[in-house]
T-cell receptor, first 115, second 110 residues
Framework: EAGVVQSPRYKIIEKKQPVAFWCNPISGHNTLYWYLQNLGQGPELLIRYENEEAVDDSQLPKDRFSAERLKGVDSTLKIQPAELGDSAVYLC?????????????FGPGTRLTVL | GEDVEQSLFLSVREGDSSVINCTYTDSSSTYLYWYKQEPGAGLQLLTY?????DMKQDQRLTVLLNKKDKHLSLRIADTQTGDSAIYFCAEIRSGYALNFGKGTSLLVTP
């Protein structure tokens, strides 16, 4: 079974440019998460989807970040415009809502470098 | 928010036991987790423990939970060079949001 797929794996852009990250969760997982991981830190939740609905976006900086999961499967996270401080790894995770332990499966991440 | 605390580095010799400690913040957390992250890879769930348990053993891994002190530990027996990675402790908040520590870098030397 394929795991969580993310692309691109690496992205280098200049500041003020837009950037988008794509995530395909594990088949059948209706819950999808985007996390931000800064260097030397643990991941921090940006947004959580239940199917196509964003049920928690309280930590998403909405002035420049946006996300969508239109059909309740794939998701895209966008930054426009990017700033130097956005350089980090963006992780996508998915889970089955029905599991008791809420095991979240993580993708390999997209490493963003903003110059 | 409050921080989940972990020591940043641990170095052990191959074959020894490793113990990674964590102090979490949310006493209502129903599950506590240990994730492993290898260079350039995403996080892999190693093990978890339900909050009404004191201990869980899974092959070379032993998790101890002290709810009174909000202390969690991960013991890896017979540590191998392939165990070198960053280990994250995480608590669960609001039933779904994982709150991670900063991670402990484990270095296993031959």
């Amino acid at each position: 079974e394929a795991g969580v797929v993310q692309s691109p794996r690496y992205k280098i852009i200049e500041k003020k440019q837009p950037v988008a990250f794509w995530c395909n969760p594990i088949s059948g997982h209706n819950t999808l998460y985007w996390y931000l991981q800064n260097l030397g830190q643990g991941p921090e939740l940006l947004i959580r989807y239940e199917n196509e609905e964003a049920v928690d976006d309280s930590q998403l900086p909405k002035d420049r970040f946006s996300a969508e999961r239109l059909k309740g499967v794939d998701s895209t996270l966008k930054i426009q415009p990017a700033e130097l401080g956005d350089s980090a790894v963006y992780l996508c995770a998915s889970s089955l809502a029905a599991t008791n332990n809420n095991e979240q499966f993580f993708g390999p991440g997209t490493r963003l470098t903003v110059l | 928010g409050e921080d989940v605390e972990q020591s940043l580095f641990l170095s052990v010799r191959e074959g020894d036991s490793s113990v990674i400690n964590c102090t979490y913040t949310d006493s209502s957390s129903t599950y506590l987790y240990w994730y492993k992250q290898e260079p350039g890879a995403g996080l892999q769930l190693l093990t978890y423990i339900f909050s009404n348990m004191d201990m869980k053993q899974d092959q070379r891994l032993t998790v101890l939970l002290n709810k009174k002190d909000k202390h969690l530990s991960l013991r890896i027996a017979d540590t191998q060079t392939g165990d070198s990675a960053i280990y994250f402790c995480a608590e669960i908040r609001s039933g779904y949001a994982l709150n991670f520590g900063k991670g402990t870098s484990l270095l296993v030397t031959p």
